[in-house]
């Protein structure tokens, strides 16, 4: 077979690889990175306004081919086409869910004629209605990926955060990193000593340490979850055994809280951080600890200066799976967490589902991307920099 044959081969068998990665993976994200970026309602209903008033400076009212450019286009313009382009244009400055159904009317009654918008409504003298048509008639906008952080452009253009109480976004993107960081954490403190124990161990004592730590992998996450719900609640188990031994005299606010979705996020995303830490400490050799200890070293200085900094590659491993995959969680919180532990993914969900606001839901989701590919580099420069991570 020739060279070109071989070449031609190889290529065909790793064609469905790369072909599942592009729609499975590389287009989903395009499509994301997209539509948190465009925004083409209003340029696709009224094309020939958008051309005309891309040269207005801003003060007083457009010229009269301006605004025969809208007329024109408000005739021509169908419903559903024309509700998502209101609805743009609505959010920006309130007015058009009356004042564009009512020009419209007029347009389609002067039948190709001119119509005089200013007479026809007084809030065509305003500036700002053609100030929102003219900002929104780009097909680009930074608008959501500014709305996702609390932001805005004023008038003048210059970026500004939103006014008290008109998002949440900030706080709900720092809440969502806190209950991250603390999942992070506790999973790390259970983890790390789980993992050595299992590394130290021989035989069945480590299979069933094992299994201990696959068993809820092979469990689904609803059912996990709803196991929890169970456990938590002030008649559960938990509550039940605690009273019944005396340690307190009521249940304990177990669920419906911050408390609740750290514990059930904990159990679930603890495999996340045991598996990369014993893959690593594994294969450290056993005989280095006693090496330690037969040159005066104590436990805990054996431990902080050679285990520990040899563990570190599988430590990273496990924090930044675990994190990257608590910031987005959404069953496990909306279950057993209260109004004030709900995540960026629930407000995906809502800007996704409930208002049909894509660009919104593309934006928030863009954040959460840029957040675990950082992670992901800041891990990969460490683990390249040659020499033991942590030592």
Same mark, same amino acid.
């Given at each position: 077979?020739?060279?070109?044959g071989s070449?031609?081969?190889?290529?065909?068998?790793?064609?469905p690889l790369?072909?599942?990665?592009?729609?499975f993976?590389?287009w989903?994200l395009?499509?994301?990175v997209?539509?948190?970026?465009?925004?083409?309602?209003?340029g696709?209903?009224?094309?020939?306004t958008s051309?005309?008033?891309?040269s207005?400076?801003g003060?007083?009212?457009p010229?009269?081919?301006?605004?025969g450019?809208?007329?024109a286009?408000l005739?021509?313009a169908d419903?559903?086409g024309?509700?998502a382009?209101?609805?743009r244009?609505?959010?920006?400055?309130s007015?058009?869910?009356?004042l564009?159904?009512?020009?419209?009317?007029a347009?389609?009654?002067?039948n190709?004629?001119?119509?005089?918008?200013v007479?026809?409504d007084k809030?065509w003298?305003?500036?700002?209605?053609?100030?929102?048509?003219?900002?929104?008639?780009?097909?680009?906008?930074d608008?959501n990926l500014l709305?996702a952080?609390?932001l805005t452009r004023?008038?003048?253009?210059a970026v500004?955060?939103?006014p008290?109480?008109?998002?949440?976004?900030?706080?709900?993107?720092?809440?969502t990193?806190l209950?991250a960081?603390?999942i992070?954490?506790c999973?790390?403190?259970i983890?790390l000593p @789980?993992?050595?124990?299992m590394?130290?161990t021989?035989?069945?004592?480590?299979?069933v340490?094992?299994m201990?730590?696959l068993?809820?992998?092979?469990t689904?996450?609803?059912?996990?979850?709803?196991?929890w719900f169970?456990?938590?609640?002030?008649q559960?188990?938990?509550?039940?055994?605690?009273?019944?031994l005396?340690?307190?005299?009521?249940?304990?606010p177990?669920i419906?809280?911050?408390?609740?979705?750290?514990?059930a996020m904990t159990?679930?995303?603890?495999?996340?951080?045991v598996?990369?830490i014993?893959s690593v400490v594994n294969?450290?050799p056993?005989?280095l600890?006693?090496?330690?200890?037969?040159?005066g070293?104590?436990?805990?200085?054996a431990?902080r200066?050679?285990?520990?900094?040899?563990?570190m590659p599988?430590i990273?491993?496990g924090?930044l799976?675990?994190f990257?995959?608590?910031i987005g @969680?959404?069953?496990?919180?909306?279950l057993?967490?209260?109004?004030?532990?709900?995540m960026?993914s629930?407000i995906?969900?809502?800007?996704a589902l409930q208002t049909?606001?894509w660009g919104?839901a593309g934006a928030?989701?863009?954040?959460?991307?840029?957040?675990?590919?950082?992670?992901?580099l800041? @891990?990969?420069?460490?683990?390249?920099?040659?020499t033991p991570?942590?030592?």
């Amino acid at each position: 077979m020739t060279r070109a044959g071989s070449t031609l081969r190889a290529l065909g068998l790793v064609a469905p690889l790369f072909l599942f990665l592009g729609v499975f993976f590389l287009w989903p994200l395009w499509t994301m990175v997209s539509v948190s970026v465009r925004d083409p309602a209003v340029g696709a209903v009224l094309p020939r306004t958008s051309a005309a008033i891309s040269s207005w400076s801003g003060e007083g009212v457009p010229d009269a081919a301006t605004q025969g450019a809208l007329v024109a286009d408000l005739a021509e313009a169908d419903a559903i086409g024309l509700g998502a382009a209101v609805r743009r244009l609505n959010s920006d400055v309130s007015g058009f869910r009356t004042l564009i159904p009512k020009t419209q009317r007029a347009a389609k009654d002067a039948n190709g004629g001119a119509v005089d918008l200013v007479a026809l409504d007084k809030r065509w003298a305003d500036p700002a209605f053609w100030g929102a048509i003219q900002t929104a008639s780009s097909a680009y906008t930074d608008r959501n990926l500014l709305a996702a952080v609390d932001l805005t452009r004023n008038e003048a253009g210059a970026v500004e955060s939103l006014p008290a109480g008109a998002s949440a976004n900030r706080l709900i993107i720092t809440r969502t990193f806190l209950i991250a960081a603390t999942i992070t954490l506790c999973c790390l403190a259970i983890g790390l000593p @789980y993992a050595m124990l299992m590394a130290a161990t021989t035989g069945w004592k480590r299979n069933v340490l094992m299994m201990a730590v696959l068993l809820p992998l092979w469990t689904s996450l609803l059912v996990r979850t709803a196991a929890w719900f169970i456990l938590l609640q002030d008649q559960g188990v938990i509550n039940g055994a605690l009273q019944a031994l005396g340690l307190t005299s009521g249940p304990l606010p177990l669920i419906f809280n911050r408390t609740g979705v750290v514990v059930a996020m904990t159990h679930v995303l603890l495999p996340f951080m045991v598996l990369p830490i014993y893959s690593v400490v594994n294969g450290i050799p056993k005989t280095l600890m006693p090496a330690a200890a037969s040159m005066g070293a104590t436990p805990f200085a054996a431990f902080r200066r050679i285990l520990l900094p040899l563990a570190m590659p599988g430590i990273l491993s496990g924090c930044l799976l675990v994190f990257m995959v608590a910031i987005g @969680y959404y069953i496990t919180p909306a279950l057993v967490g209260g109004p004030n532990d709900q995540m960026i993914s629930s407000i995906i969900a809502f800007y996704a589902l409930q208002t049909a606001n894509w660009g919104m839901a593309g934006a928030l989701g863009l954040i959460l991307l840029v957040v675990t590919t950082i992670l992901y580099l800041v @891990y990969g420069r460490l683990s390249r920099s040659g020499t033991p991570l942590g030592a």
